[in-house]
């Protein structure tokens, strides 16, 4: 198992970026609190709205709105685990995830690829989410695969089965997912299963982490429960990853968005810990700002950086592994 090195210790080769300050996180965090008790979410699957009701929340079924007492949220927070292990196909590759220690993924999902042998500008395929996965495999310094493109040559209503299996048969390091609804998380352990040895093997080891993105601002929408709560189920971990945009989807200001995405990733998580507790969860971030001029999400810049800094640093004050979104 991999433990990399720490992000921030106290060491000649050591960089870390705090952007805010301890009071202005525990601001963050109180105002986040605020959002979910007196504004709520917006839950679209009944069971959810079930789920939360029995933990304790205060649910409007007619309007859907989900209001989470502080008390709940903070008490979801303490029961996740700080420590996940994501695991490969070859246990030399299972990676730490937990406090301070960093980690790298390639990035995702793309739609188009230049073909290598062509140089034509396409649509990716299957084959090249394939072919992806082994380059990445090969790479020392990527730790968990993502699916860098999309199976575009598969039915839609399947396309994110056919991603898993591509990257199930050309990896053996930790894989990033993101099944499309409760029951494509089912077949993909079914997937799972038959690469581990059974479903018991797939909970003990989970070499796949199922990624899931609320709608901002603050909607749960049911696909996006129904990963949550059957990926707990299953025992893979789940990530709940924010795309909030500065400026479009929120506000516009750095610790206004941050409050929007801190709520929205802190619902999916007192979801996950409702429906099991101890469940692993990370809090996951691709949240930046939008181009005013076109109306587009921007990465790889400064505001970028910032908010994904804001979001990490909100993930080590909750002792909460995080999976952020680079440049």
């Known amino acids: 198992m991999k433990r990399n090195l720490f992000a921030g210790r106290r060491r000649s080769g050591g960089l870390k970026l705090d952007v805010f300050t301890e009071d202005e996180i525990q ?23 079930d789920i939360y009701s029995d933990g304790g929340c205060v649910v409007d079924r007619e309007s ?66 394939g072919e992806i996965a082994r380059l990445v495999d090969a790479l020392d310094e990527v730790d968990v695969f993502e699916m860098a493109v999309v199976s575009s040559d598969q039915p839609p209503e399947s396309f994110s089965l056919h991603n898993h299996e591509a990257a199930i048969v050309n990896q053996t390091k930790p894989i990033s997912g993101g099944a499309q609804d409760g029951d494509a998380v089912h077949r993909t352990v079914d997937m799972l299963a038959a690469v581990q040895g059974g479903k018991d093997a797939v909970r003990e080891r989970p070499m796949m982490v199922m990624g899931t993105c609320p709608v901002s601002p603050l909607k ?9 709560i059957q990926s707990a189920r299953v025992g893979l971990p789940s990530c709940v990853l924010s795309m909030a945009m500065a400026g479009g989807s929120s506000p516009v200001t750095l610790a206004g968005t941050l409050v929007t995405h801190n709520a929205e990733v802190l619902a999916g998580i007192t979801l996950g810990q409702l429906t099991v507790r101890g469940s692993k969860q990370l809090y996951g971030s691709s949240t930046t700002a939008m181009d005013l001029r076109l109306v587009a999400a921007s990465v790889g810049t400064p505001e970028c950086a910032l908010i994904s800094a804001g979001a990490a640093q909100l993930a080590r004050q909750y002792r909460l592994p995080s999976y952020i979104a680079g440049a």
């Open 27 to 49: 601001d963050i965090h109180l105002s986040t609190l605020e959002v979910l008790e007196r504004t709520g979410v917006w839950v679209e699957l009944d069971e959810a709205l």
């Open 64 to 129: 859907h709105i989900v209001r989470i007492p502080p008390h709940i949220v903070e008490d979801a927070i303490a029961s996740a685990p700080p420590t996940v292990v994501l695991c490969g196909r070859d246990p030399k590759n299972d990676i730490c995830l937990e406090p301070g220690r960093v980690g790298f993924s390639n990035f995702g999902e793309g739609i188009k690829v230049i073909d290598p042998r062509t140089g034509e500008l396409r649509a990716s395929t299957k084959k090249d989410l």
């Open 220 to 228: 749960l929408v049911k696909d996006f429960c129904e990963i949550v």
